[in-house]
């Protein structure tokens, strides 16, 4: 068997570039030649500094290897059980930090041809945006706040910009993600740094607060924000993963103004299309894709920074120490 660089977490906040063979896969899995894989600023972070709740359920432990979920890559080898894919196809995968994965084959999606790999790459993660926009049911003439301006904000309100809202506000403390959000289709952007976003919201929306509010910054104490700028009846999607406990005023902020709040996690949808759960997780990546391709989505402004792999451990300390200055990254296993 060969061997192929990976990505290793050795301990909290320390990254290394591994070696590893890389097994034959069994039926029902493809081995890819990797393009691109994307670095997850929520979920992978929260493994990387060693604060994720999989640490304290002793579901995961380090050393942790080939963290990630989302490349790029072409098809070298396939299972007997692939389907509609062949050899030498540029494809999206589940797949980790790796120079060849194992993706199942029933995880790859296609690429439109043309499509550059460094967006093409982003697909899972802005099905996971897409899923959190969904849940939301934007509605005409709704005032949306996205608190968190991160990777999976930064989708969202494109995604949102797309729907009949009245009023993005996007919500940060770091101007590097305020001028991607504004680039995005942002009516407003608010700095956590200088100024109270009540009083922003309130201004903006003449003092009627937000009906839809997407929370994606992970950030627990950002739910109780949310829950002041909410309009009566107003709808609130989790869609940044809170590692934590959150106090809440449960009966003066939720159950008094009958606010919604709803949680959105992208692996409860279907694998299967049915009747009443028509979008599966293979649909909205392959929507995603297709809306990238067609310039109805522009993650230009969203990927800061690509590096060759051997400098993927630099990706992660600028990703974790210095959110000032960095919002998406893109590892490249092609161009050394």
Not at 69 to 84: D, F, R, T
Not at 133 to 143: D, H, L, P, S, Y
Not at 246 to 264: H, N, P
């Amino acid at each position: 068997m060969s061997k192929v660089k990976y990505v290793l977490f050795e301990n909290a906040y320390s990254a290394k570039i591994a070696e590893t063979e890389v097994p034959e896969p069994d039926e029902n899995q493809t081995v890819i030649r990797t393009l691109r894989s994307l670095i997850s600023p929520g979920t992978e972070l929260a493994y990387f500094e060693g604060r994720h709740t999989d640490f304290k359920t002793g579901k995961t432990k380090f050393p942790r290897g080939a963290p990630g979920y989302s490349a790029v890559g072409i098809i070298e080898k396939a299972g007997n059980n692939l389907k509609g894919f062949k050899e030498g196809d540029r494809v999206l995968a589940m797949s980790g930090h790796a120079e060849k994965g194992r993706p199942s084959s029933d995880n790859l999606t296609a690429i439109p041809d043309g499509l550059d790999s460094d967006y093409a790459v982003c697909g899972i993660l802005g099905s996971i945006a897409l899923h959190g926009v969904r849940e939301a049911n934007i509605q005409f003439g709704a005032n949306v706040l996205i608190l968190g301006m991160g990777m999976i904000g930064q989708i969202a309100l494109r995604l949102a910009r797309l729907s009949p809202a009245r009023n993005i506000i996007a919500a940060d403390m770091y101007p590097i993600r305020l001028d991607a959000a504004k680039h995005g289709g942002a009516d407003h952007c608010v700095n956590l740094s200088d100024e109270s976003l009540k009083d922003a919201v309130d201004t903006i929306t003449a003092g009627r607060e937000c009906d839809t509010i997407i929370e994606a910054s992970g950030n627990t104490a950002a739910i109780a924000t949310a829950l002041k700028c909410a309009a009566n009846r107003g709808k609130i999607v989790i869609l940044g993963c809170p590692h934590g406990i959150a106090e809440l005023d449960l009966y003066m902020e939720l159950q008094k103004r009958e606010i919604t709040l709803v949680g959105s996690y992208q692996p409860n949808c279907p694998q299967t299309e049915t009747g009443y759960t028509p979008w599966t997780q293979q649909k909205n990546r392959e929507l995603i894709l297709e809306y990238l391709n067609r310039g109805k989505l522009d993650f230009s402004k969203i990927i800061t920074h690509k590096m060759p792999y051997e400098k993927a451990p630099e990706l992660y300390n600028l990703l974790s120490q210095h959110k000032d200055q960095a919002i998406g990254a893109v590892i490249d296993w092609e161009n050394k």
